[in-house]
């Protein structure tokens, strides 16, 4: 089913690497005009110059750097990239893994700081673009998640991350319960293990940092597909083209406050644990899950 997007115009959130950038070729390539946003330009120019390779014009791509961290710079990307009109959709990409290592050691300034890039940025930009969505009656806001907040035990010496992505998908049901019949939609999206470089950056970490469970953990999820078999639990899925991943039925929207997981590779999905994405507009171009470890967040009456 093809998906077109002309009209609209998508900012996508640490757009200069990963599933960013893939999510941003993807909604260029339907049409939409897209706003990408991360820390480093020299990353942006690399996705603006793969968004011009495939044939999108260079009038539907902007590059807006800026710290999603810093409050003061948070708010002048949000001028900047409204100066130019609404927001439709709203892809909340960017994290941080950050702080690794026993909780007993973590400062308070490295907890905030994790907050900020992975709870109250998302929050703060939604809150921008939401006048606009409502103004329209039609907006798609998708907080990129991960599948540790539904088991938050399976990453030792990583509570920040765990504890922030909780966070996001409770952000997320509250406020789309808060949204429902304005015609906006909020989703969470767990696109699964991804090889991109927040996994080699967890690799590259020396076992006595960040707990020899969690480091074997990341090795093992890098293990190479044998030879013939499909790619299935346990092996990292590709970056390169999760296109489809947050696209497909997007503007039909018929639900909202839901959690879809996915690895973007690897075999169909059963017909129950498809219907989920699909309903909420985040259809996955692939899936490498079983239908029980695909996880539903219900809205709230």
Excluded: C
């Amino acid at each position: 089913m093809a998906t077109d997007f002309t009209g609209k115009t998508a900012l996508i959130t640490g757009a200069g690497r990963g599933i960013g950038r893939a999510i941003a070729l993807g909604l260029g390539g339907a049409g939409a005009r897209v706003i990408v946003l991360a820390r480093t330009e020299g990353q942006l120019e690399e996705t603006r110059d793969l968004l011009r390779a495939q044939g999108v014009p260079a009038g539907r791509i902007s590059v807006v750097p800026g710290d999603l961290a810093d409050e003061e710079d948070r708010g002048r990307v949000a001028v900047a990239v409204l100066a130019a009109g609404r927001i439709d959709i709203l892809i909340n990409n960017a994290a941080t893994v950050e702080p690794l290592g026993p909780t007993i050691g973590i400062a308070s300034a490295d907890l905030r700081l994790a907050f900020e890039v992975n709870v109250v940025a998302p929050a703060a930009l939604t809150a921008a673009v939401l006048p606009g969505m409502l103004d329209a009656g039609w907006g798609r806001v998708v907080n990129v998640s991960s599948g540790i907040a539904a088991a938050p035990a399976g990453m030792v010496r990583g509570n920040a991350y765990a504890t922030t992505k909780a966070a996001l998908e409770a952000h997320t049901v509250n406020l789309a319960a808060e949204l429902a019949g304005t015609g906006v939609t909020v989703n969470a999206y767990r696109p699964g293990g991804v090889d991109t470089a927040m996994q080699a950056w967890i690799r590259s970490q020396a076992p006595e940092r960040i707990g020899a469970g969690l480091h074997r953990w990341a090795i093992r999820r890098l293990a190479a597909r044998p030879p013939g078999r499909r790619r299935h639990r346990g092996y990292l899925g590709r970056q390169h083209r999760p296109r489809r991943g947050l696209m497909r039925g997007a503007r039909r929207g018929y639900l909202t406050a839901r959690t879809s997981m996915s690895l973007m590779s690897g075999s169909r999905a059963s017909r129950s644990s498809a219907t989920l994405p699909r309903a909420a507009g985040i259809w996955p171009l692939r899936w490498a899950v079983r239908a029980s470890s695909v996880s539903k967040v219900s809205r709230m009456p």
